[in-house]
């Protein structure tokens, strides 16, 4: 790990803690969203809420793993490598989890067909793992052709999920009242745009960008990916499902009224 | 950071813990009271419930960074800074995220129409996100005319946001009847009153009053903003909507006498 001035620590330092902050509120929101929309669309909350509340558990670890990194010598002298490295394969395992829960939660908000949907899901599943697992030898790699001859492995699963996905929310749009279409597109141009930081923070370490900037660049990268791709991203999926129960004319019960009549 | 007596660092810090404690309450009762009031009610308590939430976190992290910026030298001696800065980053972190909420919360009890509430939430959001990215460097840094720049330029969205939101108060006021009437304008006050801690405390720190006295005096002045601005705002969002509950016939299922029947 290199060394790091005091600005850049505290730069990584605190977008992990806001992070750890987004991803424990939106775990609260999404449990408790699920009476806003109709019975069928609660399982993609509940999904939602698995997400965030894993990558709540996995930023509050990697605080912990940041901050025994770095030993403070001063606010001019900044940050020193304790030596202790600071450990990757969390995000690995979050994502390793949290990845194929995406896609569960996108699948069922849209309710495709049975058949159709468990189908699909399989096969985005198989390739998220695929992608995964092929990229962590390229990023704990010292090597620059091993890092590039994984990312480039990588690559191919990626390129294939959002080859699905896109083709999927362009079809789901066909037929869908106004209101769901737009949040539908808005989905598609948040997937497309979140999951490209991955392979961008992933090439900062490819090119020898690891000096100290290099370092805070690729986990400040990697968190505002992880923020908007799970907790922004379950927004929308309740937007959606929002917009669909609202669409099927369910309302939440009133209770209430009912003990009067 | 500026050495402290006994008392003055004792001050601060049980200020921090009274927040924690009050913070984490208020979340369980929000997430509790969403029973006693209509359905169409129950977002901007849950929205509550995840401001008092964050801000708990944020207050639980500002006590840790407190005591490591100080080391005890005795009941006389009082407390030496230890050299590692107290984190001020937490405090506009949790900003970012709980002032949009907290304007959220009061919309969602306003129950404006759909297009209406949508418009005026985005422009206040905007603006609260521009008041405290333009706080922030002035709050850092050690030259008083940068942080005097700031703080009038964090000024102007500053009173858009008060300018709108006390407008529309004023003006959800009419048509309501005697109860919600009364809410209404002393959340109003509260808002007017509350908000000008901030900047009050803000000045603490350009005013030179950054001694002892003016450290615990920004950190005390804050506290007291944030549980009024968070918690006790929130009890008044609650009263609100269980006020328009009532007005509009709603009451809680009574499942027990339901069952004697």
Redesign the interface.
């Known amino acids: 790990m290199p060394d790091l001035s ?1 600005g850049q620590y ?1 730069l990584a330092y ?1 977008m992990f ?2 992070t ?3 991803m ?2 939106s775990f ?2 999404f449990i ?2 699920r ?2 929309v109709a019975p069928k669309y609660r399982p993609a909350l509940v999904v939602s809420a698995l997400v965030v509340g894993i990558a709540g558990y996995h930023y509050w670890r990697i605080l912990g793993s940041w901050t025994a990194a770095y030993e ?1 010598l ?2 001019e002298e900044g940050f020193k490598a304790t030596g202790v490295p600071f450990n990757e394969a969390y995000r690995y395992v979050d994502w390793l989890l949290t990845v194929p829960l995406l896609l569960v939660e996108l699948v069922a908000v849209l309710s495709l067909p049975k058949d159709k949907g468990n189908g699909m899901l399989t096969r985005l599943i198989i390739a998220a793992a695929a992608m995964i697992a092929l990229g962590y030898p390229g990023e704990t790699s010292d090597n620059q052709s091993t890092q590039m001859i994984f990312f480039v492995l990588s690559c191919i699963p990626f390129a294939y999920i959002l080859w699905v996905l896109v083709g999927e929310l362009s079809k789901a749009v066909e037929g869908m009242n106004g209101e769901v279409q737009n949040l539908l597109s808005k989905t598609r141009t948040i997937i497309l745009i979140t999951w490209m930081f991955y392979p961008i923070a992933y090439l900062f370490n490819v090119f020898e960008l690891s000096g100290a900037m290099g370092e805070v660049g690729v986990q400040v990268g990697y968190t505002i990916a992880d923020v908007t791709a799970k907790a922004f991203y379950g927004v929308f999926i309740y937007f959606i499902a929002k917009a669909k129960s609202d669409a099927e004319g369910w309302a ?9 009549a």
Chains 1, 2 share one sequence.
């Open positions: 005091f505290e605190n803690s806001f750890v902050a987004t424990f509120a609260v929101f408790l969203a009476q806003q403070f001063g606010v939440p019960a009133e209770a209430g009224k009912a003990a009067h």
